[in-house]
Every structure is written in C-alpha cells, then in structure tokens.
C-alpha cells in the first residue's frame, strides 16, 4: 500500500521559514519524481516544486525563489524548505509522487502564514 504522509505545517509568521517533509511508503521511492503542490482557498491546486529521480529540480509560481526541494533516498523523504513566507503562501500543501505509469498524492499539510 502506497503512503505520502506529510509533516511539519503548521501556523508562522510573514517572513517566517518552514521546512515540510514528505515520508513516503510502498514504493521504490529513488524512481521517483517528487513534487509539492499547494491549493489555497477558492483556488486550483498548483505546483510549487518538484525534484526528480536524478535531482534536477524545477521551481513554479510565487514562491520560486523563497524554497528549496530536495529529497533523501535513503529515508524515503522529500522536504520542501520554505522562508520568507508571506501571507499568499497560506494553503494545504501536498506531495505528489510521478511515475510514467501513475501518480500517488498525500492528504496535505495546512501552512498558515499569519500574525
């Protein structure tokens, strides 16, 4: 049975950091593209980042630049290390892992942005 579980969201302030970690299980994680998604309120989900089986990284949308992906084969983990965060970037954030034959999703992690 595949499992994304992620972690470490939770409630910062503007300008504040945040690193979010993505276990995953039930698959041969060192194939994998990894990405975080995030949906905020009223709006479609969108990718932030992803990272792929070799390490090339990608970065998408407001908060390219303010983060950083990367992934530790060894313990089946993606992170997704976020600072300057403003209050735009409030949203569930989501890991999302790719193969050619299928995608599996986490249930989210809540990142609040507020003073």
């Known amino acids: 049975q595949v499992q994304l579980v992620e972690s470490g969201g939770g409630l910062v302030q503007p300008g504040g950091s945040l690193r979010l970690s993505c276990a995953a299980s039930?698959?041969?994680?060192?194939?994998?593209?990894m990405a975080w998604y995030r949906q905020a309120p009223g709006k479609q989900r969108e990718l932030v980042a992803l990272?792929?089986?070799?390490?090339?990284?990608n970065y998408q949308g407001s908060a390219k630049g303010r983060c950083t992906i990367s992934r530790d084969n060894a313990k089946n983990t993606v992170y997704l290390q976020m600072s300057s965060l403003k209050p735009e970037d409030t949203a569930v954030y989501y890991c999302?892992?790719?193969?050619?034959?299928?995608?599996?999703w986490g249930k989210g992690t809540l990142v609040t942005v507020s003073s």
């Open positions: 039930g698959i041969i994680f060192r194939l994998y593209t």
């Open positions: 999302n892992a790719v193969l050619s034959r299928g995608d599996y």
């Open positions: 990272i792929t089986s070799v390490g090339s990284t």
